[in-house]
């Protein structure tokens, strides 16, 4: 149950035709082998393919999924920061990255009787937020979504048939602070390119002042 609303809310908005808006296949990381999403390619930590169970490394290019999508998986890896650095590379220019994470203001937290041994870290979304985005700058966060269990209250007897989670979205862009030949996108404003914003397909150019704008330009493609 938790599953299938989560599934048809990522579904909701990733089909909304902005996100992913670039084709490609779909990569469920920590799904083992039911992945959440149709048609997606799966890893887990028992996966043949990933080394040791070592989801810091997955055995994938740079840019070679549309979505990445994981449930319920991050909490558990000891390096929050490696693991989402890795699994955003995989993730093309233009995808999304979806990440439906437990929030800690709903469920039994590290070190409670009842928490759930495997977790390594908790968060609350707006937490996460902030780590994500320092982590990953190169990615706008478009969903940050509380998915409370209905009114705030964990069910431990009933837990794997609600929600205490966030879903949270981010597009992928990448920002090259490289000097270019020629004048700023903005059409009014000839100062010279100094970063270029990359699109889908599409590379922008902007002066040091628009970037902020022609980014969020880009993004509402
Ligand atoms: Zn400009």
């Known amino acids: 149950m938790e599953a299938n609303k989560i599934r048809d809310r990522v579904l909701e908005v ?87 994470l437990p929030d800690k203001r709903w469920y039994p937290n590290i070190g409670h009787p009842l928490a759930n041994l495997a977790h390594k870290h908790d968060w609350a979304r707006q937490e996460f937020f902030e780590l994500f985005q320092r982590t990953l700058p190169h990615f706008s966060i478009v969903l940050s979504e509380d998915r409370p269990p209905p009114g705030g209250i964990y069910d431990y007897e009933n837990r794997g048939n609600i929600e205490y989670s966030f879903l949270h979205i981010a597009k992928k862009r990448t920002l090259a602070p490289e000097v270019t030949s020629g004048s700023c996108g903005r059409i009014d404003c000839s100062a010279p390119a100094v970063h270029k914003v990359w699109g889908t397909g599409m590379v922008y150019y902007s002066c040091e002042s628009h970037v902020a704008e022609i980014q969020e330009k880009v993004d509402n493609e």
């Open 14 to 100: 990733t089909s909304s035709g902005r996100y992913p808006n670039v084709p490609g296949p779909i990569l469920d990381i920590g799904s083992g082998a039911s992945p959440l999403l149709p048609g997606a390619v799966t890893v887990d930590r028992q996966d043949a393919t990933v080394e040791t169970g070592n989801l810091y490394q997955l055995p994938f290019a740079d840019n070679s999924f549309a979505m990445v999508f994981s449930s319920h998986t991050l909490e558990d890896l000891e390096d929050t920061e490696r693991a989402l650095r890795e699994w955003a590379r995989l993730v093309k220019p233009g995808g999304a990255f979806v990440l439906y």
